[in-house]
């Protein structure tokens, strides 16, 4: 073949190669773009909280969380370390309203406080071990429970309590045994007392959590009562957000009824990390409320 003729047909092929390029680049270009929606951080900062031992409260301290619970009674100069972290977060005391350890309960058991079934035996949480339930419906005992934490609350200097296992209704399936001769309306005032005189004698504010609270099925099953405790504390957690996708809209609809209430939600999701902040960011008020990823 002629040179001449070769170097003819080598740039036919180069400006058919150009102009391929060119059209799947206009293409591309005009492409509608299908970018996942903002999540998280990218949709506006997300507040998280985390619950911490004295022995995570380093771990918590790098993490930046805007909140940490502390469970157990760290030292001051622990307390102090994790306060002038870098994010400086709010520290809050985690208290079981009515679950007592052994030497509360021992003291407890010398004043008639315990809550007993009718044939007479103590009452224990199934997966709490070393616990022992009061009785709260015993004005003296509740005086007494509430001083314990109001206590603890003072000496850690603690911005608010966390108050676990309060009681819109008592779940029978939860203990090794049913309290004789009372109503799951004496749990409920008993609760609500608590909030009340736990809020009196810190002057703080109490972020509520327990049967009834748990998630938009358990909120909307007992409704009028979880209302009723609801109305008084300053925050709610829901404890099983997200557990499964089918529940996902009325776990939403219990955070609404939450913000709506004037309250904060603290919502504990145990899904990835990505799959929770996608479902907490839809909430409408989602800014005001806090995200605790337990994964």
């Not at 005189?197 to 009834?212: E, F, H, M, P």
């Not at 925050?235 to 499964?244: A, K, N, T």
């Not at 709506?260 to 008020?285: L, M, N, S």
Request: proline residues 4%; charged residues 25%; negative net charge.
């Amino acid at each position: 073949m002629p040179a001449l003729a070769l170097r003819w047909r080598f740039a036919l092929v180069a400006i058919g190669i150009v102009a391929l390029a060119l059209a799947v680049a206009v293409v591309i270009g005009n492409r509608p773009t299908t970018e996942p929606p903002a999540v998280g951080n990218d949709a506006g900062p997300v507040n998280e909280y985390q619950f911490a031992s004295a022995k995570e409260l380093k771990r918590a301290g790098r993490r930046g969380y805007d909140i940490v619970v502390v469970k157990g009674r760290p030292s001051t100069a622990e307390l102090g370390e994790l306060r002038s972290s870098h994010s400086e977060p709010l520290l809050v005391n985690y208290e079981q309203a009515f679950a007592l350890n052994a030497e509360e309960a021992e003291y407890a058991r010398s004043k008639g406080w315990l809550a007993e079934t009718c044939a007479g035996n103590e009452i224990h949480p199934e997966n709490i071990p070393d616990v022992t339930l009061l009785d709260a419906t015993v004005g003296d005992a509740l005086e007494w429970r509430t001083d314990l934490i109001a206590g603890d609350t003072a000496e850690g200097a603690y911005a608010s309590t966390y108050l676990d296992t309060l009681r819109a209704f008592f779940p029978n399936d939860f203990y090794d045994g049913i309290p004789c001769g009372l109503s799951h309306e004496d749990w409920l005032q008993a609760s609500m007392d608590t909030v009340e005189l736990v809020q009196r004698k810190t002057g703080k504010a109490v972020i509520a959590n327990g049967s009834g609270l748990q998630t938009g099925k358990n909120y909307f099953d007992h409704k009028a009562e979880a209302d009723e405790l609801m109305a008084l504390a300053d925050g709610v957690q829901i404890e099983h957000f997200l557990r499964s996708r089918s529940s996902m809209e009325q776990d939403l609809g219990f955070i609404a009824a939450i913000n709506d209430a004037g309250k904060d939600a603290y919502v504990k999701c145990a899904r990835a990390r990505d799959a929770c902040r996608e479902a907490f960011v839809q909430a409408p008020k989602w800014e005001r409320n806090f995200l605790n990823i337990a994964r």
